[in-house]
């Protein structure tokens, strides 16, 4: 258990549709992270915050966003969606915003778009 | 966007074999990092390696950075079922200070008794 949670687990949803994704960082960590993994692209990081500030953006898509709350814990939306959007979303926590630190992984959300 | 290559995608072994996989760059990277990953589960960080030529043991596993920071190696002595698992390779960003990592497609290793 790396100590971070994400929710839901599987999510199963139609095109066109909108979905939340939740991430709570390990304790003590300010730093959270977005990737995408698919069987096509492997693991893409999509953005980072760093204690409510978004510090770094990757291939992510418009109609994708993201925000971290005051207590830490951490949000995707996934807006207009489409079948290549299935995949599995991971959120990743570290203390600091800098390359070294370890980043701990949730276990993913499974997103089926139909 | 930096690229890393990983080989091979997939490598079928029996208990007690020897085995490499590598990761390969264009790029040089900061510092190169070592994934597990097992189904239904996030990755999980094995080692870090920083320095050009930095050799990093772990148990059976050892790691190797390149001199000029752009590949890595993962060796495993005397595998075992446990080991079966997808190997990531990550680097971060030269002269970034930012925690971006840039993931290759990974090896997926099964060790079979």
Known sequence: ?114 | TQLLEQSPQFLSIQEGENLTVYCNSSSVFSSLQWYRQEPGEGPVLLVTVVTGGEVKKLKRLTFQFGDARKDSSLHITAAQPGDTGLYLCAGTDRGSTLGRLYFGRGTQLTVWP
């Open chain 1, 1 to 114: 258990d790396s100590g971070v949670t994400q929710t839901p687990k599987h999510l199963i949803t139609a095109t066109g549709q909108r979905v939340t994704l939740r991430c709570s960082p390990r304790s003590g960590d300010l730093s959270v992270y977005w990737y995408q993994q698919s069987l096509d692209q492997g693991l893409q990081f999509l953005i980072q915050y760093y204690n409510g500030e978004e510090r770094a953006k990757g291939n992510i898509l418009e109609r994708f966003s993201a925000q971290q709350f005051p207590d830490l814990h951490s949000e995707l939306n996934l807006s207009s969606l489409e079948l290549g959007d299935s995949a599995l979303y991971f959120c990743a926590s570290s203390v600091g915003q800098v390359a070294n630190n370890e980043q701990f992984f949730g276990p993913g959300t499974r997103l089926t778009v139909l």
